[in-house]
Protein backbone atom coordinates (compact mmCIF):
# COMPACT_ATOMS: atom_id res chain seq x y z
CA UNK A 1 0.00 0.00 0.00
CA UNK A 2 2.77 2.35 0.99
CA UNK A 3 4.58 1.66 -2.51
CA UNK A 4 0.91 2.40 -4.43
CA UNK A 5 0.82 5.57 -2.63
CA UNK A 6 4.62 6.82 -3.46
CA UNK A 7 3.69 5.55 -6.94
CA UNK A 8 0.60 8.22 -6.90
CA UNK A 9 2.04 11.01 -5.16
CA UNK A 10 3.16 14.11 -6.37
CA UNK A 11 2.22 15.21 -10.26
CA UNK A 12 1.54 11.50 -10.82
CA UNK A 13 -1.06 11.38 -8.22
CA UNK A 14 -2.45 14.90 -9.43
CA UNK A 15 -2.87 13.64 -12.91
CA UNK A 16 -4.84 10.57 -11.53
CA UNK A 17 -7.43 12.53 -10.05
CA UNK A 18 -7.83 14.80 -13.00
CA UNK A 19 -8.60 11.79 -15.11
CA UNK A 20 -11.36 10.25 -12.48
CA UNK A 21 -12.60 14.08 -11.78
CA UNK A 22 -12.82 14.73 -15.97
CA UNK A 23 -14.33 11.63 -16.73
CA UNK A 24 -17.24 11.41 -13.97
CA UNK A 25 -17.75 15.28 -15.82
CA UNK A 26 -17.51 14.58 -19.20
CA UNK A 27 -19.68 11.03 -18.75
CA UNK A 28 -22.57 13.31 -17.37
CA UNK A 29 -22.02 16.08 -19.87
CA UNK A 30 -22.69 13.56 -22.47
CA UNK A 31 -25.95 12.25 -21.07
CA UNK A 32 -27.37 15.97 -20.90
CA UNK A 33 -25.62 16.57 -24.88
CA UNK A 34 -27.68 13.17 -25.89
CA UNK A 35 -30.73 14.31 -24.86
CA UNK A 36 -31.00 17.90 -25.86
CA UNK A 37 -29.49 16.08 -29.45
CA UNK A 38 -32.20 13.88 -29.80
CA UNK A 39 -34.75 16.58 -29.06
CA UNK A 40 -33.23 17.99 -32.44
CA UNK A 41 -34.81 15.54 -34.41
CA UNK A 42 -37.93 15.49 -32.94
CA UNK A 43 -41.13 18.10 -33.49
CA UNK A 44 -40.60 20.83 -30.86
CA UNK A 45 -43.35 19.64 -28.13
CA UNK A 46 -43.40 20.14 -24.51
CA UNK A 47 -40.15 18.18 -23.48
CA UNK A 48 -37.94 20.52 -21.48
CA UNK A 49 -34.52 21.53 -22.63
CA UNK A 50 -32.62 19.41 -20.06
CA UNK A 51 -33.27 16.43 -18.70
CA UNK A 52 -35.88 15.01 -16.74
CA UNK A 53 -34.85 14.36 -12.68
CA UNK A 54 -36.17 11.47 -13.28
CA UNK A 55 -33.21 10.21 -14.83
CA UNK A 56 -30.55 11.52 -12.71
CA UNK A 57 -30.41 8.33 -10.55
CA UNK A 58 -30.02 6.52 -13.82
CA UNK A 59 -27.29 8.43 -15.08
CA UNK A 60 -25.23 8.74 -11.90
CA UNK A 61 -25.69 4.52 -11.67
CA UNK A 62 -24.39 4.59 -15.56
CA UNK A 63 -21.23 6.73 -15.10
CA UNK A 64 -20.43 4.88 -11.67
CA UNK A 65 -20.40 1.50 -13.71
CA UNK A 66 -18.59 3.19 -16.84
CA UNK A 67 -15.78 4.64 -14.41
CA UNK A 68 -15.69 1.41 -12.58
CA UNK A 69 -15.35 -0.94 -15.72
CA UNK A 70 -12.29 2.17 -16.35
CA UNK A 71 -10.82 1.20 -13.46
CA UNK A 72 -10.74 -2.49 -14.16
CA UNK A 73 -9.03 -1.47 -17.11
CA UNK A 74 -6.40 0.34 -15.81
CA UNK A 75 -7.39 3.45 -17.31
CA UNK A 76 -6.30 5.36 -14.44
CA UNK A 77 -2.84 3.83 -14.48
CA UNK A 78 -0.06 6.72 -15.76
CA UNK A 79 1.20 4.81 -18.55
CA UNK A 80 4.28 6.74 -20.69
CA UNK A 81 4.68 5.88 -24.60
CA UNK A 82 1.02 5.27 -24.44
CA UNK A 83 -0.61 6.48 -28.55
CA UNK A 84 -3.37 8.88 -28.74
CA UNK A 85 -5.19 6.20 -31.11
CA UNK A 86 -4.59 3.78 -28.52
CA UNK A 87 -6.23 5.59 -26.22
CA UNK A 88 -9.22 5.86 -28.15
CA UNK A 89 -9.52 2.22 -29.01
CA UNK A 90 -9.47 1.44 -24.93
CA UNK A 91 -11.90 3.89 -24.17
CA UNK A 92 -14.52 2.92 -27.02
CA UNK A 93 -13.64 -0.52 -25.90
CA UNK A 94 -14.56 0.34 -22.30
CA UNK A 95 -17.18 2.12 -23.07
CA UNK A 96 -18.75 -0.11 -24.92
CA UNK A 97 -18.40 -2.62 -21.76
CA UNK A 98 -19.25 -0.10 -19.49
CA UNK A 99 -22.15 0.45 -21.38
CA UNK A 100 -23.10 -3.22 -20.95
CA UNK A 101 -22.60 -3.65 -17.13
CA UNK A 102 -24.59 -0.70 -16.55
CA UNK A 103 -27.32 -0.96 -18.76
CA UNK A 104 -27.77 -4.73 -17.20
CA UNK A 105 -27.29 -2.97 -13.70
CA UNK A 106 -30.37 -0.47 -14.27
CA UNK A 107 -32.15 -2.58 -15.59
CA UNK A 108 -32.89 -4.81 -12.61
CA UNK A 109 -32.74 -1.07 -10.02
CA UNK A 110 -35.30 1.21 -12.39
CA UNK A 111 -37.55 -1.26 -14.27
CA UNK A 112 -39.81 1.86 -14.91
CA UNK A 113 -37.78 3.98 -16.52
CA UNK A 114 -37.39 3.49 -20.42
CA UNK A 115 -35.24 6.11 -21.71
CA UNK A 116 -34.88 6.72 -25.05
CA UNK A 117 -33.20 4.21 -27.27
CA UNK A 118 -31.66 7.56 -29.59
CA UNK A 119 -30.48 9.12 -27.02
CA UNK A 120 -28.49 5.91 -25.31
CA UNK A 121 -27.02 5.46 -28.62
CA UNK A 122 -25.59 9.04 -28.46
CA UNK A 123 -24.53 9.20 -25.01
CA UNK A 124 -22.58 6.45 -25.48
CA UNK A 125 -21.02 8.19 -28.81
CA UNK A 126 -20.23 11.39 -27.36
CA UNK A 127 -18.87 9.61 -24.29
CA UNK A 128 -15.73 8.27 -25.90
CA UNK A 129 -15.85 11.38 -27.73
CA UNK A 130 -15.29 13.99 -24.34
CA UNK A 131 -13.45 11.39 -22.45
CA UNK A 132 -10.82 11.07 -25.10
CA UNK A 133 -10.73 14.78 -26.22
CA UNK A 134 -10.01 15.72 -22.34
CA UNK A 135 -7.48 12.78 -21.61
CA UNK A 136 -5.53 14.33 -24.47
CA UNK A 137 -5.53 17.79 -23.29
CA UNK A 138 -4.54 16.38 -19.99
CA UNK A 139 -2.13 14.27 -21.52
CA UNK A 140 -1.05 17.05 -23.31
CA UNK A 141 -0.17 18.74 -19.74
CA UNK A 142 1.69 16.13 -18.30
CA UNK A 143 3.66 15.62 -21.38
CA UNK A 144 4.99 19.49 -21.28
CA UNK A 145 5.92 18.50 -17.39
CA UNK A 146 8.07 15.76 -18.61
CA UNK A 147 9.97 18.14 -20.97
CA UNK A 148 10.49 20.19 -17.79
CA UNK A 149 11.74 17.44 -16.21
CA UNK A 150 8.95 17.05 -13.66
CA UNK A 151 7.77 13.50 -13.08
CA UNK A 152 10.75 11.67 -14.45
CA UNK A 153 11.07 8.02 -14.55
CA UNK A 154 14.84 6.61 -13.87
CA UNK A 155 15.38 4.11 -16.30
CA UNK A 156 18.14 1.42 -16.52
CA UNK A 157 19.00 -0.28 -19.74
CA UNK A 158 20.06 -3.57 -19.61
CA UNK A 159 22.60 -4.50 -22.69
CA UNK A 160 26.12 -2.37 -23.81
CA UNK A 161 25.69 -2.94 -27.72
CA UNK A 162 23.85 -1.75 -30.80
CA UNK A 163 20.46 -2.71 -29.15
CA UNK A 164 21.04 -0.21 -26.26
CA UNK A 165 22.24 2.19 -27.98
CA UNK A 166 18.85 2.49 -30.31
CA UNK A 167 16.95 2.24 -27.24
CA UNK A 168 18.78 5.25 -25.70
CA UNK A 169 18.11 6.98 -28.84
CA UNK A 170 14.55 6.61 -28.96
CA UNK A 171 14.36 8.06 -25.30
CA UNK A 172 16.44 11.11 -25.99
CA UNK A 173 14.25 11.54 -28.83
CA UNK A 174 10.83 11.66 -26.51
CA UNK A 175 11.97 13.40 -23.63
CA UNK A 176 7.46 14.38 -23.42
CA UNK A 177 7.49 10.77 -22.80
CA UNK A 178 9.41 11.48 -19.37
CA UNK A 179 12.22 9.10 -19.21
CA UNK A 180 15.49 9.62 -17.44
CA UNK A 181 18.55 6.78 -18.57
CA UNK A 182 20.33 6.13 -15.39
CA UNK A 183 23.00 3.76 -16.92
CA UNK A 184 23.79 0.25 -18.72
CA UNK A 185 24.53 -3.16 -17.90
CA UNK A 186 27.11 -4.44 -19.47
CA UNK A 187 29.28 -8.01 -19.07
CA UNK A 188 30.66 -8.37 -22.40
CA UNK A 189 34.36 -8.07 -22.33
CA UNK A 190 35.10 -9.34 -25.92
CA UNK A 191 33.81 -5.55 -27.38
CA UNK A 192 33.78 -2.40 -25.98
CA UNK A 193 30.55 -0.82 -24.85
CA UNK A 194 28.99 1.27 -26.97
CA UNK A 195 27.21 3.06 -24.88
CA UNK A 196 28.09 4.75 -21.44
CA UNK A 197 28.23 4.47 -18.31
CA UNK A 198 27.90 1.11 -17.38
CA UNK A 199 27.29 0.52 -13.89
CA UNK A 200 27.84 -2.82 -13.23
CA UNK A 201 27.27 -6.65 -14.95
CA UNK A 202 24.02 -8.80 -15.08
CA UNK A 203 24.71 -10.10 -11.46
CA UNK A 204 24.50 -6.30 -9.60
CA UNK A 205 21.23 -5.70 -11.48
CA UNK A 206 18.86 -5.73 -8.03
CA UNK A 207 22.07 -3.76 -6.27
CA UNK A 208 21.79 -0.75 -8.97
CA UNK A 209 18.13 -0.72 -8.80
CA UNK A 210 18.22 -0.43 -5.67
CA UNK A 211 21.15 1.98 -5.55
CA UNK A 212 19.68 3.99 -7.98
CA UNK A 213 15.87 4.16 -7.40
CA UNK A 214 15.07 2.70 -10.90
CA UNK A 215 11.39 2.65 -11.87
CA UNK A 216 11.94 0.89 -15.20
CA UNK A 217 14.53 -1.81 -16.48
CA UNK A 218 14.88 -2.36 -20.51
CA UNK A 219 16.26 -5.46 -21.56
CA UNK A 220 18.16 -5.16 -24.82
CA UNK A 221 20.43 -7.62 -25.17
CA UNK A 222 19.70 -10.09 -27.75
CA UNK A 223 22.25 -13.02 -26.21
CA UNK A 224 20.52 -13.00 -22.92
CA UNK A 225 19.84 -17.02 -22.05
CA UNK A 226 16.42 -17.95 -20.89
CA UNK A 227 17.97 -18.32 -17.36
CA UNK A 228 20.14 -15.16 -17.05
CA UNK A 229 16.38 -13.05 -18.28
CA UNK A 230 14.61 -15.38 -15.54
CA UNK A 231 17.33 -14.31 -12.81
CA UNK A 232 16.79 -10.45 -13.68
CA UNK A 233 13.03 -10.78 -13.63
CA UNK A 234 13.29 -12.81 -10.25
CA UNK A 235 16.18 -9.91 -8.54
CA UNK A 236 13.65 -6.91 -9.93
CA UNK A 237 10.46 -8.44 -8.47
CA UNK A 238 10.89 -7.11 -5.16
CA UNK A 239 11.76 -3.50 -6.18
CA UNK A 240 8.58 -2.85 -7.59
CA UNK A 241 9.81 -2.35 -10.95
CA UNK A 242 8.72 -2.34 -14.19
CA UNK A 243 10.71 -4.81 -16.51
CA UNK A 244 10.50 -4.19 -20.65
CA UNK A 245 12.36 -6.49 -23.23
CA UNK A 246 13.11 -5.00 -26.94
CA UNK A 247 13.03 -7.85 -28.90
CA UNK A 248 15.64 -8.42 -31.98
CA UNK A 249 14.46 -9.12 -35.48
CA UNK A 250 14.11 -13.07 -34.65
CA UNK A 251 12.28 -12.36 -31.39
CA UNK A 252 9.68 -11.03 -33.64
CA UNK A 253 8.60 -14.44 -34.60
CA UNK A 254 7.89 -15.56 -31.54
CA UNK A 255 4.62 -12.55 -31.15
CA UNK A 256 1.95 -15.04 -30.67
CA UNK A 257 2.41 -18.39 -28.85
CA UNK A 258 0.26 -21.22 -29.36
CA UNK A 259 -0.17 -24.52 -26.89
CA UNK A 260 -0.76 -27.92 -28.42
CA UNK A 261 -0.33 -31.20 -28.45
CA UNK A 262 0.83 -34.40 -30.26
CA UNK A 263 -0.32 -37.40 -28.84
CA UNK A 264 -0.09 -36.38 -25.39
CA UNK A 265 3.20 -34.25 -25.78
CA UNK A 266 2.92 -30.49 -25.61
CA UNK A 267 4.30 -28.12 -28.04
CA UNK A 268 4.05 -24.85 -28.38
CA UNK A 269 2.88 -23.18 -32.25
CA UNK A 270 5.37 -19.46 -32.41
CA UNK A 271 4.02 -18.53 -35.96
CA UNK A 272 1.41 -17.41 -37.19
CA UNK A 273 0.40 -15.32 -40.32
CA UNK A 274 -2.18 -12.83 -39.25
CA UNK A 275 -2.99 -11.78 -43.02
CA UNK A 276 -4.88 -14.73 -44.63
CA UNK A 277 -8.47 -16.19 -45.12
CA UNK A 278 -10.92 -13.68 -44.69
CA UNK A 279 -8.96 -11.36 -42.74
CA UNK A 280 -7.20 -11.12 -46.11
CA UNK A 281 -10.59 -10.17 -47.98
CA UNK A 282 -11.35 -7.62 -45.44
CA UNK A 283 -8.09 -5.66 -45.90
CA UNK A 284 -8.52 -5.60 -49.88
CA UNK A 285 -11.98 -4.33 -49.26
CA UNK A 286 -11.16 -1.82 -47.38
CA UNK A 287 -8.47 -0.94 -49.52
CA UNK A 288 -11.10 -0.84 -52.70
CA UNK A 289 -13.68 1.28 -50.55
CA UNK A 290 -11.17 3.44 -49.20
CA UNK A 291 -9.19 4.60 -52.54
CA UNK A 292 -11.79 4.38 -54.71
CA UNK A 293 -13.83 7.24 -52.16
CA UNK A 294 -10.42 9.14 -51.86
CA UNK A 295 -10.19 9.11 -56.15
CA UNK A 296 -13.63 10.60 -56.07
CA UNK A 297 -13.57 12.84 -53.40
CA UNK A 298 -10.18 14.28 -54.27
CA UNK A 299 -10.13 14.57 -57.96
CA UNK A 300 -10.53 18.26 -58.14
CA UNK A 301 -7.29 18.95 -56.47
CA UNK A 302 -5.41 16.02 -57.77
CA UNK A 303 -6.39 17.66 -61.90
CA UNK A 304 -5.13 21.07 -59.81
CA UNK A 305 -1.73 18.88 -58.86
CA UNK A 306 -1.18 17.83 -62.40
CA UNK A 307 -1.73 21.26 -63.89
CA UNK A 308 0.97 22.39 -61.09
CA UNK A 309 3.44 19.98 -61.94
CA UNK A 310 3.50 20.86 -65.58
CA UNK A 311 3.62 24.60 -64.70
CA UNK A 312 6.40 24.10 -62.72
CA UNK A 313 8.24 21.64 -64.78
CA UNK A 314 6.92 21.92 -68.36
CA UNK A 315 9.59 19.29 -70.01
CA UNK A 316 8.72 16.15 -68.33
CA UNK A 317 6.07 13.97 -67.63
CA UNK A 318 3.47 14.63 -65.21
CA UNK A 319 3.58 11.34 -63.65
CA UNK A 320 6.66 9.68 -62.64
CA UNK A 321 6.44 5.75 -63.38
CA UNK A 322 9.00 4.15 -61.17
CA UNK A 323 9.28 -0.05 -60.72
CA UNK A 324 9.03 -1.30 -57.34
CA UNK A 325 9.36 -4.73 -56.07
CA UNK A 326 6.07 -5.68 -54.51
CA UNK A 327 3.59 -8.88 -53.08
CA UNK A 328 6.12 -11.98 -53.28
CA UNK A 329 8.73 -9.95 -54.88
CA UNK A 330 6.89 -9.92 -58.30
CA UNK A 331 7.83 -5.72 -59.65
CA UNK A 332 4.74 -3.34 -60.45
CA UNK A 333 5.32 0.03 -61.57
CA UNK A 334 4.70 2.64 -58.95
CA UNK A 335 3.10 6.15 -59.93
CA UNK A 336 3.74 9.63 -58.57
CA UNK A 337 3.29 12.81 -58.98
CA UNK A 338 7.19 14.22 -60.54
CA UNK A 339 9.02 16.19 -57.91
CA UNK A 340 12.33 16.01 -59.21
CA UNK A 341 13.75 16.85 -62.80
CA UNK A 342 13.08 14.37 -65.86
CA UNK A 343 16.95 14.11 -66.13
CA UNK A 344 17.53 13.53 -61.67
CA UNK A 345 19.16 9.93 -62.09
CA UNK A 346 21.25 10.32 -65.70
CA UNK A 347 24.63 10.73 -64.51
CA UNK A 348 24.22 8.84 -60.90
CA UNK A 349 22.11 5.71 -61.56
CA UNK A 350 19.45 4.84 -59.13
CA UNK A 351 20.25 6.76 -55.73
CA UNK A 352 17.93 8.10 -52.25
CA UNK A 353 16.70 11.37 -51.76
CA UNK A 354 18.92 13.43 -49.77
CA UNK A 355 17.40 17.17 -47.67
CA UNK A 356 17.84 19.74 -49.87
CA UNK A 357 17.75 17.59 -52.64
CA UNK A 358 18.95 19.92 -55.57
CA UNK A 359 17.02 17.44 -58.17
CA UNK A 360 13.98 18.69 -56.91
CA UNK A 361 11.43 20.83 -59.11
CA UNK A 362 10.87 24.12 -57.52
CA UNK A 363 6.96 22.57 -56.65
CA UNK A 364 8.78 19.39 -55.94
CA UNK A 365 10.38 20.23 -52.80
CA UNK A 366 6.92 21.14 -50.99
CA UNK A 367 4.88 18.18 -52.10
CA UNK A 368 7.33 15.75 -51.09
CA UNK A 369 7.57 17.55 -47.84
CA UNK A 370 4.02 17.00 -47.01
CA UNK A 371 3.86 13.46 -49.06
CA UNK A 372 1.37 15.03 -51.81
CA UNK A 373 3.38 13.37 -54.52
CA UNK A 374 2.27 9.75 -53.18
CA UNK A 375 -1.54 10.36 -53.90
CA UNK A 376 -1.77 8.90 -57.38
CA UNK A 377 -0.68 5.64 -55.34
CA UNK A 378 -4.03 5.53 -55.07
CA UNK A 379 -4.71 4.15 -58.12
CA UNK A 380 -2.15 1.40 -57.51
CA UNK A 381 -4.15 0.49 -54.45
CA UNK A 382 -7.77 0.26 -56.45
CA UNK A 383 -6.18 -1.48 -59.01
CA UNK A 384 -4.61 -4.29 -56.18
CA UNK A 385 -0.97 -3.63 -57.00
CA UNK A 386 -0.67 -1.80 -53.75
CA UNK A 387 -2.50 -1.48 -50.12
CA UNK A 388 -3.06 1.32 -48.02
CA UNK A 389 -0.69 -0.09 -45.21
CA UNK A 390 2.21 -2.22 -45.63
CA UNK A 391 6.01 -2.53 -45.98
CA UNK A 392 6.81 0.53 -48.19
CA UNK A 393 7.99 -0.94 -51.73
CA UNK A 394 11.84 -0.04 -52.57
CA UNK A 395 13.46 -0.03 -55.85
CA UNK A 396 14.93 -3.72 -57.58
CA UNK A 397 18.30 -2.37 -57.02
CA UNK A 398 17.70 -1.11 -53.47
CA UNK A 399 15.92 -4.61 -52.47
CA UNK A 400 19.36 -6.74 -54.03
CA UNK A 401 21.18 -5.24 -52.10
CA UNK A 402 19.74 -5.36 -49.09
CA UNK A 403 18.33 -8.63 -48.92
CA UNK A 404 21.78 -9.93 -48.56
CA UNK A 405 22.47 -7.60 -45.75
CA UNK A 406 19.76 -7.23 -43.46
CA UNK A 407 17.89 -10.93 -42.34
CA UNK A 408 14.39 -12.18 -42.99
CA UNK A 409 14.52 -8.55 -45.38
CA UNK A 410 12.85 -10.39 -48.43
CA UNK A 411 9.81 -11.51 -45.75
CA UNK A 412 8.43 -8.13 -46.49
CA UNK A 413 7.16 -9.22 -49.60
CA UNK A 414 5.00 -11.54 -47.82
CA UNK A 415 1.94 -8.71 -48.06
CA UNK A 416 1.37 -6.05 -50.54
CA UNK A 417 3.64 -3.25 -50.58
CA UNK A 418 1.62 -0.06 -48.59
CA UNK A 419 1.14 3.55 -49.33
CA UNK A 420 1.94 4.32 -45.39
CA UNK A 421 3.14 1.90 -43.13
CA UNK A 422 4.11 1.13 -39.08
CA UNK A 423 7.86 2.20 -40.04
CA UNK A 424 6.97 5.36 -41.63
CA UNK A 425 5.00 7.06 -38.98
CA UNK A 426 7.53 6.24 -36.69
CA UNK A 427 10.01 8.56 -38.43
CA UNK A 428 11.44 5.77 -40.28
CA UNK A 429 12.12 6.67 -44.02
CA UNK A 430 14.29 8.49 -45.89
CA UNK A 431 18.03 7.95 -45.22
CA UNK A 432 17.13 5.91 -41.85
CA UNK A 433 18.30 2.81 -40.81
CA UNK A 434 17.00 -0.53 -43.27
CA UNK A 435 17.43 -2.56 -40.32
CA UNK A 436 15.46 -0.97 -38.15
CA UNK A 437 12.32 -0.35 -40.69
CA UNK A 438 12.40 -4.25 -41.64
CA UNK A 439 11.79 -4.64 -37.91
CA UNK A 440 9.20 -2.58 -37.95
CA UNK A 441 7.62 -4.17 -41.23
CA UNK A 442 7.98 -7.50 -40.03
CA UNK A 443 6.39 -6.43 -36.38
CA UNK A 444 3.39 -4.85 -38.66
CA UNK A 445 2.71 -8.36 -41.08
CA UNK A 446 3.21 -10.38 -37.62
CA UNK A 447 0.45 -8.70 -35.83
CA UNK A 448 -1.66 -7.31 -38.42
CA UNK A 449 -5.27 -6.70 -38.02
CA UNK A 450 -8.34 -3.70 -39.64
CA UNK A 451 -8.17 -1.78 -35.35
CA UNK A 452 -4.05 -1.54 -36.67
CA UNK A 453 -4.33 -0.43 -40.11
CA UNK A 454 -6.92 2.22 -38.70
CA UNK A 455 -4.35 3.51 -36.14
CA UNK A 456 -1.61 3.30 -38.54
CA UNK A 457 -3.73 5.48 -41.30
CA UNK A 458 -4.79 7.78 -38.28
CA UNK A 459 -1.27 8.60 -37.42
CA UNK A 460 0.00 9.15 -40.85
CA UNK A 461 -2.50 12.42 -41.08
CA UNK A 462 -0.03 13.65 -37.90
CA UNK A 463 2.90 11.92 -39.49
CA UNK A 464 2.50 14.24 -42.25
CA UNK A 465 2.71 17.49 -40.83
CA UNK A 466 5.83 16.73 -38.70
CA UNK A 467 7.58 14.11 -39.84
CA UNK A 468 11.42 15.72 -40.55
CA UNK A 469 12.63 13.03 -43.09
CA UNK A 470 10.25 13.74 -45.69
CA UNK A 471 12.32 15.18 -48.65
Not at 433 to 449: A, N
Request: aromatic share 8%; with cysteine.
Amino acid sequence: MVGIVRSLSGLRGLYVLALVVSDFIMLRLAFVLAYRLRLLGEPRGDSPADPPTSYDDLALMCVIVIMLVFALRRLYIPRRGFGRVDLLYQIGAAVALGWLAALSTTLFIYRSLEPPRLMLVYWALLSIGLVWLVRVMLDSLLRDAHQRGRDLERVLIVGDGEQAEVVQAKILSAPELGYRVVGFVGGSNETPPLVQPVLGGLESIPDIVRQHSIGEVIIAWPGLTHQQLIEIVTGCTRQRVDIKVFPDIFELMAREVETSELTGLPLMRVRDVALRGWMRFLKRATDVAVSWAALVLLSPFLLLMAFLVKLTSPHGPILHVQERVGLDGRPFFMLKFRSMRPDAEVDTGPVWAVPNDPRRTRLGGFIRRFSLDELPQLINVLVGEMSLVGPRPERPEFVAQFAGLVPRYAERHMEKAGMTGWAQVNGLRGQTSVLERTEYDLFYIETWSLAFDIKILLKTLAAVIRDRNAY
